[in-house]
């Protein structure tokens, strides 16, 4: 069983930046790949990036290229989203999540419960 709270969302400028934290508490932290989701009001939840147990292999989806950069530390059981140049389209609440299997398609089995990210112009 892994338990996951996210943390560092909030309300920011366009242009402007936050990072994600999610830490995880249970057994076996470093061996799941790990990702962030998020949901927009009246939307589905959408795929944001997700990395591999070693960090070695990051995926992201084509709205956050060049934006956005996942990591991790697995000496602390944590994985952060780094946000840069928001936009408003990026207001959601955003969610951890730990999975096993490939980067691009693992299956999921574990979710936190989010953390609000409201970007304003």
């Known amino acids: 069983q892994v338990q996951l709270v996210e943390s560092g969302g909030g309300l920011v400028h366009t242009g402007g930046s936050l990072r994600l934290s999610c830490v995880a508490s249970?057994?076996?932290?470093?061996?799941?790949?790990m990702a962030w989701f998020r949901q927009a009001p009246g939307k589905e939840r959408e795929f944001v990036a997700a990395?591999?147990?070693?960090?070695?292999?990051?995926y992201y989806a084509d709205s956050v290229k060049g934006r956005f950069t996942i990591s991790r530390d697995n000496a602390k059981n944590t994985v952060y989203l780094q946000t840069n140049s928001l936009k408003r389209e990026d207001t959601a609440v955003y969610y951890c999540a730990a999975g096993w299997g490939d980067i691009k398609n693992p299956s999921y089995d574990y979710w936190g419960q989010g953390t609000q990210v409201t970007v304003s112009s």
């Open positions: 249970g057994r076996s932290f470093s061996a799941y790949v």
């Open positions: 990395i591999s147990w070693n960090g070695g292999s990051t």
